[in-house]
Structure formats: structure tokens, C-alpha cells
């Protein structure tokens, strides 16, 4: 089994690249989007952004899991506490509000918010057609992260509190709240995958939302366990089991 990364590393990839090896796995860190001949082997597993990932998991033999475009979007008003939509880029230029957009799954569209549609990248830096989630404008005075395996949490961390880095062991509370959001919209979501939620300035809990445990940071997690995520997030599609093919990138 290998683990391959990209030309650069963050923090918490050199934490997993350690923690992969500390198991006896190999790892192998590219220097570019050219994937050796030794490693089209079908036993690859890969940490990476979404750029990366597009131009190696093919050649690789990787399926990466993520969430569906419109998976915040579809959730219960309880569990997200604000109005979001997926819409087109080009329906999203007509807001006429301050609205908070994001790319689902990748940052073609920075994750700001926007004092109207206007302001969000034009036709000519992004496609109108690509899919943008848009929502009320929400305070969180705390952020955590959930890594989410088999329908369980695995493992987490709190990650911000106002907005600004600070990390430290995961709540109880925190993992209550993954634990009924798994039991009530767990079957919309691949095995493998990683939710953000927090609490809101209103003292609620809410989602914040869903990223690709293959492209995400494991800030206070534990590593073995985040590893554990990524794995299968990013395996060999030939293991792909018939419940995660709906959500192969």
C-alpha cells in the first residue's frame, strides 16, 4: 500500500505522511502531475488538494469520494440554520444582497462573502455554468472538525473559535451533534468523508460543510484515525464498494 502526495506539504500532510509510514506504509510525495509507470500498480491512496487529485487519480487507479455539489443545500433547515442554495454561477450574479458563496468541492470560488452576485468571479475567470453554494451570512464562535467513517465519527478537533485558528481535542457535544446528523442524512454521504459544524452566535449547533477527508487538514485529530479516513477517501476504485459509487468525484 502507498500513500502519494503533492510537490508541497502542509502541516498535517507531513503529519499523515508520518503517520502512514509509522504503519509501514510506503509514501510517496510527486514532484509534478506525472505519475510513475511503478505506481500503476492499483494500491495507491492519495492526500492531496482537489487540482492535484484531478490530474493524478486517474492514472493512479484512485476513486476520491466527496459529498454531492448540492449536499449542504438538500440538509434540513435544522441542522444548517440558514438558507442555502446550489445554483449556477450565472443565476448567483443576480443577488442583490450580501450573501456568503463557495465552490462545493473545490476553490474556483473563493469561500467570502460577497456584498452581491456582482462581486463574485466573472464568466471569464470561471465557467457560469459551475455550480456555487450560496447562504445567509452566519456567525460561528466555534468550529470543528468531523472525520466520518462508516457512518461513525472517527475522529475530530475543534479548529476555530471567532473565525481565527484554535485548535484543540474534540467535544463531546461536538460529536453529538455528528453522531445525529449521521443518523439523520448519514446515507447522502460517502463512507468516507469529513463534515465541518459549529456553533453559531445563536448558541446553536449547525453544519458548516462538507469537504473530501483526501483534501483536508486534520488540525487536532487523531492522526492515525484521520489516516484511517483519507485511506479509504482515496483508495484503488477497483475496492470501491457499490454504496460509494454515487460519490466518486
Given at each position: 500500500?502507498?500513500?502519494?502526495?503533492?510537490?508541497?506539504?502542509?502541516?498535517?500532510?507531513?503529519?499523515?505522511?508520518?503517520?502512514?509510514?509509522?504503519?509501514?506504509?510506503?509514501?510517496?510525495?510527486?514532484?509534478?502531475?506525472?505519475?510513475?509507470?511503478?505506481?500503476?500498480?492499483?494500491?495507491?491512496?492519495?492526500?492531496?488538494?482537489?487540482?492535484?487529485?484531478?490530474?493524478?487519480?486517474?492514472?493512479?487507479?484512485?476513486?476520491?469520494?466527496?459529498?454531492?455539489?448540492?449536499?449542504?443545500a438538500r440538509l434540513p433547515v435544522t441542522f444548517v440554520r440558514r438558507e442555502i442554495r446550489a445554483?449556477?454561477?450565472?443565476?448567483?450574479?443576480?443577488?442583490?444582497?450580501?450573501?456568503?458563496?463557495?465552490?462545493?468541492?473545490?476553490?474556483?470560488?473563493?469561500?467570502?462573502v460577497y456584498a452581491d452576485g456582482s462581486r463574485l468571479p466573472g464568466p471569464d475567470a470561471v465557467d457560469p455554468e459551475t455550480v456555487v453554494l450560496v447562504s445567509d451570512v452566519t456567525v460561528f464562535d466555534a468550529e470543528y472538525r468531523l472525520f466520518l467513517l462508516d457512518g461513525q465519527v472517527h475522529t475530530g478537533s475543534r479548529y476555530a473559535v471567532s473565525g481565527r485558528l484554535d485548535m484543540t481535542p474534540l467535544t463531546a457535544?461536538?460529536?453529538?451533534?455528528?453522531?445525529?446528523?449521521?443518523?439523520?442524512?448519514?446515507?447522502?454521504?460517502?463512507?468516507a468523508i469529513v463534515v465541518d459544524v459549529g456553533t453559531t452566535d445563536a448558541g446553536q449547533w449547525a453544519v458548516v460543510e462538507a469537504n473530501a477527508a483526501w483534501a483536508s487538514g486534520c488540525y487536532d485529530s487523531d492522526p492515525d484515525r484521520a489516516l484511517d479516513v483519507v485511506l479509504r477517501a482515496a483508495g484503488p476504485a477497483a475496492r470501491l464498494t457499490e454504496r460509494d459509487t454515487a460519490f466518486v468525484r
Open positions: 500500500m502507498c500513500l502519494v502526495l503533492p510537490p508541497r506539504l502542509t502541516a498535517s500532510a507531513r503529519t499523515l505522511r508520518d503517520t502512514a509510514r509509522r504503519r509501514g506504509l510506503r509514501t510517496v510525495q510527486l514532484p509534478d502531475g506525472v505519475v510513475p509507470g511503478e505506481l500503476r500498480d492499483g494500491d495507491a491512496h492519495l492526500h492531496a488538494g482537489p487540482s492535484f487529485a484531478d490530474a493524478v487519480a486517474p492514472a493512479l487507479g484512485i476513486a476520491p469520494l466527496e459529498a454531492p455539489a448540492d449536499w449542504l445554483v449556477p454561477l450565472r443565476e448567483a450574479y443576480a443577488l442583490r444582497r450580501p450573501v456568503f458563496a463557495k465552490s462545493p468541492n473545490d476553490k474556483s470560488i473563493p469561500a467570502l457535544s461536538a460529536c453529538a451533534f455528528g453522531s445525529e446528523l449521521l443518523a439523520a442524512a448519514g446515507h447522502t454521504l460517502p463512507s
